[in-house]
């Protein structure tokens, strides 16, 4: 089963609204979080990377105030797309690890702001 | 820094046909890890294989077979006798060596596999 869970699956959204994505790992401490985008028929960039009670390490080109991200807990990890605009609709995945752990990813999530 | 380039953006096969994808990468490391996903309709990925830089020892799961070639820095994946369950998009990805988690994707192949 997963042990990587994404939530919502999908959300649709309206431009200027927020959305908060949640990613939590199920049977395992996920010391280290990771944030994928990917647009349609194209590869998953990587947008941040969170470690659990710090601040998150954002990629070259991304924003931090229009994707928060918070990793307050080992076992949940928030992006927050804030004023939400038909430029940010994309399938969102987040892939988490702990210690001794491989890498497990979510099952992702798809935005849509109309 | 490192890229990946998978030149090949679409396959198309029909079942029992074997289909090779391609896989080129770029890094200033001595040491990294390759990677293959495979993407399926509903979004999950899927992991398919870990390879460390210093292994290049070809390695064959069922149908699915790896080919790395340090040389031409090319990590290329075969599947034998194609299915319909095997159509998806499938993506190459490299990390460094001590941060394995941390990966840099391909543009990805979009495989399909008709009957």
């Known amino acids: 089963g997963a042990v990587v869970s994404q939530h919502p699956s999908w959300v649709i959204c309206k431009s200027g609204t927020s959305v908060k994505i949640e990613c939590r790992s199920l049977d395992f401490q996920a010391t280290t979080m990771f944030w994928y985008r990917q647009f349609p028929k194209q590869s998953l960039m990587l947008m941040a990377t969170?470690?659990?009670?710090?601040?998150?390490?954002?990629e070259q080109g991304v924003e931090k105030d229009k994707f928060l991200i918070n990793h307050a807990s080992l076992t949940l990890s928030t992006l927050t797309v804030t004023s939400a605009h038909p430029e940010d609709s994309s399938f969102y995945i987040c892939s988490a690890r702990g210690p001794g752990t491989p890498l497990h990813f979510g099952n992702g999530t798809r935005l849509t702001v109309t | 820094a490192q890229k990946v380039t998978q030149a090949q953006t679409e396959i198309s096969v029909v079942e029992k046909e074997d289909v090779t994808l391609d896989c080129v990468y770029e890094t200033r490391d001595t040491t990294y890890y390759l990677f293959w996903y495979k993407q399926p309709p509903s979004g999950e990925l899927v992991f398919l294989i870990r390879?460390?830089?210093?292994?290049?020892q070809n390695e064959i799961s069922g149908r699915y077979s790896w080919n790395f070639q340090k040389s031409t820095s090319s990590f290329n994946f075969t599947i034998t006798a194609s299915q319909v369950v095997d159509s998806a998009v499938y993506f190459c990805?490299?990390?460094?060596?001590?941060?394995?988690?941390?990966?840099?994707f391909g543009a990805g192949t979009t495989v399909t596999v008709r009957a």
């Open positions: 990805a490299l990390s460094e060596f001590n941060n394995d988690y941390k990966l840099s």
């Open positions: 969170s470690n659990e009670g710090s601040k998150a390490t954002y």
């Open positions: 390879r460390n830089s210093f292994d290049e």
